[in-house]
């Protein structure tokens, strides 16, 4: 459980993570474990017709816990209109919050997409 997390967070340094478990109830750790497993688990039956909503999707394409060829193409299972901006960052989110010169540089696209 300790090794998910770390990953998942990734922590760096495990030992408040460690005392923090510690503390920690193994029904806590019990029901987190079946949550994480649930979520893996997961399937969205794929809808008769595709939503006209349009979907923007900005994800890493180095995930460690989301593929991204697989969420996309659930995505466009269920939207017709994808607009898709890959990054290319070691985890789903930014290491450090954007720049206006770089969100205007990277995202102006999805941005006017999105605003239109």
């Known amino acids: 459980m300790m090794r998910l997390l770390q990953m998942v967070g990734n922590i760096e340094n495990p030992h408040l993570l460690e005392r923090k478990l510690g503390t920690t109830s193994l029904s806590t750790i019990e029901v987190l474990t079946e949550e994480i497993a649930e979520i893996m688990r997961i399937e969205f039956p794929h809808p008769d017709q595709k939503f006209n909503t349009p979907c923007y999707l900005t994800m890493s394409v180095n995930d460690p816990l989301l593929d991204f060829q697989t969420t996309l193409n659930e995505l466009e299972y269920h939207f017709a209109n994808v607009y898709v901006t890959r990054l290319n960052f070691p985890f789903h989110q930014p290491p450090k919050p954007f720049t206006f010169n770089e969100l205007n540089r ?11």
């Open 106 to 116: 990277d995202f102006k696209e999805s941005a006017e997409k999105f605003l239109a």
